[in-house]
């Protein structure tokens, strides 16, 4: 099993931005790794506070092929000066990589988080 994350902002807390920044992040996660749904063992996303409009995991949902993979949201910790408006992922793959060949994804405001990771 191998874990692949992902984290990316929203400009506004509306659905549509919401579902639109998910469905994205979600969709570069797995061509980054040469992924299909069937390779997703489960999904888990955070949001700061102030992602209230939708749950990624409904976006996640609307993909094709994604209806029998377990998804899960969480609100993130509050903590001071943390990027806002910011939602992350976790995928826990059924992959038979290196840890170093995984691609973690990180768009938007996001970019920055984990640079010591991205590709």
Not at 69 to 90: G, K, N, W
Not at 97 to 108: A, G, P, R, T
Request: hydrophobic share 45%; glycine share 4%; aromatic share 6%.
């Amino acid at each position: 099993m191998r874990a692949i994350r992902g984290a990316t902002t929203v400009f506004e807390n509306t659905k549509s931005e919401i579902e639109k920044a998910t469905m994205e992040l979600v969709t570069a996660m797995m061509e980054r790794n040469g992924i299909t749904p069937e390779d997703i063992e489960a999904a888990l996303f955070s949001a700061t506070k102030d992602v209230t409009a939708a749950y990624p995991a409904a976006a996640m949902r609307k993909l094709p092929g994604m209806k029998f993979v377990p998804l899960f949201d969480a609100q993130e910790m509050d903590v001071e000066e943390s990027l806002r408006l910011c939602i992350r992922a976790l995928f826990l793959t059924d992959l038979d990589k290196d840890k170093s060949e995984i691609n973690h994804v990180y768009l938007k405001g996001a970019a920055h988080l984990r640079q010591d990771l991205t590709k």
